[in-house]
């Protein structure tokens, strides 16, 4: 097999995938080095794909100002190359892509470029399009690559989508994945069933990108039927903005959480857990404020361990919220064991 058909196989199982931050200095510009440590911490941390040029990394690298898309995307795929050459492990390589049709198809194109494997779509900021625009738009970056489709949140300029609209998306043939992020249950519910009664239901892989409901959503088997038949689906892995920190303990948990496929009882201390990694996420991605703060929030804890030189994003407005620092505060005082800032301490001098 090619390295692509591994890496869609690994996708196809299911694995932890952080969606990369964006390394920059204190004047605001891109710090090379910098990246390169932060993708050595989550390729070392044990992640089977990384997500580069998506919301966590900052929609305004595509600014022609500012210009860091195709650069951010060649960066981060040499040194997953590296990576891989020194140890042998395939990583799943996904770009971001966005925008209107004929932009995701520019992006897609560069993707195929620099070597990756998938394309997350994001349906955002395209509040003129219709369901059908959406679908075509799909269909025509498939062409490209194969396509990891996105129901994104309406608080970061996502929108609702119907059963029919996941039920069309799920029968395109190069979808080979989606990522379930409307951080709403009925809708999340809506997606899954659709997968699960779509003819390609074994040729699509579910990722949560949930963040308020990691932990259950990787746990829970979903079952449908339909005409007397059973049909179940369950998320295999996660494509998150939250696993950007901490990444060693989410690898660890995913494993743990894997052995719950089968049918075992699931132990009342995994969904105490759950609970707390919602409440450390609500810190992290500043639900307090409606979300204003979560990149910052994100660059917040990688500064404490060292991972990253400073908080500051693209966007002069954009920092930690008022009260914000405090809650990153408590979540790590009441929540030790979730944390790998031991982990980061042993190897970091080995990334520099």
Same mark, same amino acid.
């Given at each position: 097999?090619?390295?692509?058909?591994?890496?869609?196989?690994?996708?196809?199982?299911?694995?932890?995938?952080?969606?990369?931050?964006?390394?920059?200095?204190?004047?605001?510009?891109?710090?090379?080095?910098?990246?390169?440590?932060?993708?050595?911490?989550?390729?070392?941390?044990?992640?089977?794909?990384?997500?580069?040029?998506?919301?966590?990394?900052?929609?305004?690298?595509?600014?022609?100002?500012?210009?860091?898309?195709?650069?951010?995307?060649?960066?981060?795929?040499?040194?997953?190359?590296?990576?891989?050459?020194?140890?042998?492990?395939?990583?799943?390589?996904?770009?971001?892509?966005?925008?209107?049709?004929?932009?995701?198809?520019?992006?897609?194109?560069?993707?195929?470029?620099?070597?990756?494997?998938?394309?997350?779509?994001?349906?955002?900021?395209?509040?003129?399009?219709?369901?059908?625009?959406?679908?075509?738009?799909?269909?025509?970056?498939?062409?490209?690559?194969?396509?990891?489709?996105?129901?994104?949140?309406?608080?970061?300029?996502?929108?609702?989508?119907?059963?029919?609209?996941?039920?069309?998306?799920?029968?395109?043939?190069?979808?080979?994945?989606?990522?379930?992020?409307?951080?709403?249950?009925?809708?999340?519910?809506?997606?899954?069933?659709?997968?699960?009664?779509?003819?390609?239901?074994? $040729?699509?892989?579910?990722?949560?990108? %949930?963040?308020?409901? #990691?932990?259950?959503? @990787? +746990? !829970?088997?979903? =079952?449908? /039927?339909?005409?007397?038949?059973?049909?179940?689906?369950?998320?295999?892995?996660?494509?998150?903005?939250?696993?950007?920190?901490?990444?060693?303990?989410?690898?660890?948990?995913? $494993?743990?959480?894997?052995?719950?496929? %089968?049918?075992?009882? #699931?132990?009342?201390? @995994? +969904? !105490?857990?759950? =609970?707390? /990694?919602?409440?450390?996420?609500?810190?992290?991605?500043?639900?307090?404020?409606?979300?204003?703060?979560?990149?910052?929030?994100?660059?917040?804890?990688?500064?404490?361990?060292?991972?990253?030189?400073?908080?500051?994003?693209?966007?002069?407005?954009?920092?930690?919220?008022?009260?914000?620092?405090?809650?990153?505060?408590?979540?790590?005082?009441?929540?030790?064991?979730?944390?790998?800032?031991?982990?980061?301490?042993?190897?970091?001098?080995?990334?520099?």
């Amino acid at each position: 097999m090619s390295s692509r058909q591994v890496a869609l196989q690994i996708l196809k199982e299911g694995t932890v995938i952080p969606a990369l931050p964006l390394a920059l200095d204190e004047n605001r510009q891109f710090d090379p080095a910098q990246q390169r440590i932060l993708l050595w911490y989550y390729l070392n941390a044990g992640v089977g794909g990384i997500a580069v040029a998506v919301h966590t990394t900052q929609f305004a690298i595509r600014d022609p100002k500012i210009g860091l898309f195709a650069p951010l995307l060649e960066l981060a795929s040499e040194e997953i190359s590296r990576f891989e050459a020194e140890t042998g492990k395939i990583i799943v390589k996904i770009a971001g892509v966005c925008g209107k049709t004929e932009q995701a198809v520019q992006e897609a194109e560069i993707a195929v470029k620099y070597g990756y494997d998938a394309v997350l779509l994001s349906p955002g900021g395209l509040a003129e399009y219709t369901e059908d625009d959406f679908v075509e738009r799909t269909r025509k970056v498939a062409d490209i690559l194969p396509v990891i489709g996105f129901y994104l949140q309406p608080s970061v300029g996502g929108r609702a989508f119907s059963f029919d609209y996941w039920s069309r998306i799920c029968e395109i043939p190069n979808v080979v994945a989606i990522k379930s992020a409307p951080f709403n249950r009925y809708q999340t519910l809506e997606l899954v069933r659709a997968a699960a009664l779509s003819s390609r239901r074994d $040729e699509i892989a579910l990722y949560t990108g %949930n963040d308020d409901n #990691i932990v259950v959503d @990787l +746990l !829970t088997e979903y =079952a449908f /039927v339909q005409n007397g038949q059973t049909y179940r689906k369950r998320f295999v892995g996660g494509l998150l903005g939250h696993w950007a920190v901490w990444t060693r303990k989410a690898v660890t948990l995913f $494993e743990e959480l894997k052995q719950y496929r %089968n049918g075992e009882q #699931i132990p009342a201390e @995994l +969904l !105490t857990r759950a =609970a707390q /990694v919602t409440d450390s996420n609500s810190a992290f991605f500043d639900t307090a404020n409606g979300f204003a703060g979560c990149i910052a929030g994100i660059h917040e804890v990688l500064r404490r361990q060292g991972l990253m030189r400073g908080i500051w994003c693209l966007d002069p407005e954009e920092g930690l919220s008022p009260g914000q620092m405090e809650e990153i505060d408590r979540v790590y005082r009441m929540y030790p064991h979730l944390n790998d800032d031991d982990f980061v301490r042993e190897n970091l001098p080995s990334w520099m």
